[in-house]
């Protein structure tokens, strides 16, 4: 019975087979959508370093033939061989994925799934829907990845960027387009033996696809169209009768642009038409202005004259005219009473952009990288990327995408009292899963700062988030003591990155020997530098009212290419 995984799980491969020659299955589709599946070889730092262990449509297998891609078959919308004891020892990592081939987005996808095979059974499947993905238009699904032993991962991580973004992601190169035709896998070549046969006629092979049982017809998707429904024209269509009217596909109708204003249409006897396009509507002057009524305001419609007949109106209470406000004293009209006249005023509508083009400034920033701010106060972190851990501020999450959990980070007995005692406290949970993660307090800037095995210092009530591997701790300032408890800082060291938050767009300056800065407004500073506390309270200026204020400053000293950071506020 095949073991099913959700995003997220891994397990040996071991554990699902002891064989070592396997079929990998692909099933991924939707309406009027085209999908490149491919095979990235990667070494141990996960990068493309041997272009001929990308397995795609033109460039079926790899130079051993460990890597094979075999095609549409037993139901798989693409299949590939891979033979395990056969993988060059500098390929560390297999990750098969899915990008479009044209427009479309992942979310427009029905349910797919992506399943291993061995010994003619399947082991292994791995399904997901385009529920769980939304702008995205590339895919990872899963990886084959040594470490000791060769395990499994159900990846499904969805990229902004097609074919060409994943192949630059992994650090390969797009070449431009040969004019010779691709080479077809199938056509070219004669059907290998380890393949299932055309038809499924005869018994699966024993890492082949399992064939002794027809695929049963998957039903349609809940997105498709229903039965009976008009279906869409051939590519060359014969001149036949306009089919009938039909009532309107709501979510599939383009969004159009256009003002709200209803069609005109005929009035009732004795009323006056509406004015042809270009002419000036009844009350208004050719230059496009309303006129006004007598006493009233500007943009106050002239009231008509009544229809032969009937009485006027009333000059106020119910029947008082659209636009005019009931005199001091005399009721207006109750609520939810209709509209003199039976019908609502026309309310103007303005040709401008429609909603799209409004809110596209405000899409979300592409992916590609693990921490990617999405303007300068939000912050987003991609736990997908390698499945580290953040830690962040509690209360600091603003949103997530994906299976993602929050767990309290206590610092320990040791930590809280440290904390307390030196004011350098930090309140953090763990962000773990697969998924993103957005980070913003209090409509700060946030900063992304990576480090490279080299150290910071950072005020803790400067920090946002920061990855888990960074190492942290309470570092002590030289000196005699500080207003308000910063005699100490945090420093983080190591590789990773620290959101560091201000108030206000920082300036970075250079240490020299005369570099002061205010205890209240630093934020953060190379770990190398020299920290002093400089005093210029004296005896005359604390015995006499009125001084600057500025007693108490940091002077920072250091080699060239030290610095600091300060915010333009003070805490």
């Known amino acids: 019975m095949a073991r099913e995984f959700q995003r997220g799980h891994k397990a040996k491969i071991g554990d699902l087979t002891a064989g070592t020659d396997l079929y990998v299955g692909v099933q991924i589709a939707g309406p009027g959508l085209t999908f490149d599946i491919s095979c990235f070889g990667l070494d141990a730092d996960e990068r493309l370093s041997d272009d001929r262990y990308f397995i795609f449509f033109n460039q079926p297998k790899s130079p051993e033939e460990s890597i094979q891609l075999l095609g549409a078959q037993a139901g798989d919308s693409e299949s590939f061989r891979v033979t395990l004891d056969k993988i060059p020892s500098h390929i560390q990592k297999l990750s098969f994925t899915a990008a479009l081939d044209g427009a479309g987005q992942v979310s427009q996808i029905g349910p797919g799934y992506l399943r291993i095979v061995a010994g003619g059974e399947e082991v292994a499947r791995y399904s997901f829907t385009g529920s769980e993905f939304s702008t995205e238009r590339a895919v990872m699904l899963g990886d084959f990845y040594l470490k000791d032993v060769w395990r499994f991962a159900a990846v499904g991580q969805g990229f902004d960027g097609g074919l060409d973004a994943l192949l630059k992601n992994f650090g390969g190169e797009v070449a431009e387009e040969a004019e010779a035709a691709p080479e077809q896998p199938a056509a070219a070549q004669g059907v290998p033996g380890f393949a299932p046969p055309p038809g499924a006629a005869a018994p699966a092979p024993s890492f082949g696809a399992p064939a002794a049982a027809p695929v049963p017809p998957q039903p349609a ?36 642009a256009a003002p709200m204003a209803p069609p005109a249409v005929p009035g009732p006897p004795g009323q006056q038409p509406p004015a042809p396009y270009g002419q000036p509507a009844p009350g208004q002057d050719p230059y496009g202005q309303p006129q006004t009524a007598p006493g009233g305001f500007p943009g106050q419609q002239a009231p008509q004259a009544p229809p032969y007949g009937q009485p006027a109106p009333p000059p106020g209470g119910y029947g008082a005219p659209q636009g005019q406000p009931a005199p001091y004293g005399q009721p207006g009209p109750p609520p939810g009473a209709p509209y003199p006249g039976g019908q609502a005023p026309a309310v103007p509508q303005g040709g401008g952009p429609g909603l799209g083009a409004v809110l596209d400034k405000y899409k979300e920033a592409p992916t590609g990288q693990r921490w990617a701010p999405q303007n300068s106060r939000l912050i987003r972190v991609d736990l997908g990327v390698d499945g580290q851990p953040v830690l962040a501020r509690q209360g600091s999450m603003v949103l997530y995408q994906g299976k993602v959990d929050f767990g309290y980070k206590g610092a320990g007995f040791r930590g809280r009292i440290v904390g307390n005692a030196t004011g350098q406290e930090m309140q953090l949970m763990r962000c773990t899963g697969q998924g993103q993660v957005f980070f913003a307090e209090n409509s700060a800037h946030v900063h992304p700062i990576e480090l490279q095995g080299d150290a910071i210092c950072v005020s803790a009530e400067s920090v946002l988030a920061f990855d888990e591997s960074l190492q942290h701790e309470v570092r002590r300032i030289e000196g005699h003591g500080i207003p308000g408890g910063a005699l100490f800082t945090m420093q983080f060291q190591g590789t990773g990155t620290l959101v560091v938050k201000t108030q206000g767009t920082p300036v970075v300056l250079p240490v020299t020997p005369t570099t002061f800065a205010d205890a209240n407004a630093i934020v953060a500073w190379s770990a190398a530098s020299q920290v002093i506390i400089s005093s210029q309270v004296s005896l005359r200026r604390h015995a006499f009212p009125g001084h600057s204020g500025e007693t108490v400053n940091l002077q920072f000293r250091g080699a060239p290419g030290n610095f600091i950071v300060v915010q333009p506020y003070e805490v």
């Open 221 to 256: 998707p809940d997105f498709g169209p229903p039965p009976g429904a008009p279906q869409a024209p051939p590519a060359a269509p014969q001149p036949a009768p306009a089919p009938q009217p039909t009532a309107p596909q709501v979510h599939n109708a383009p969004t159009i």
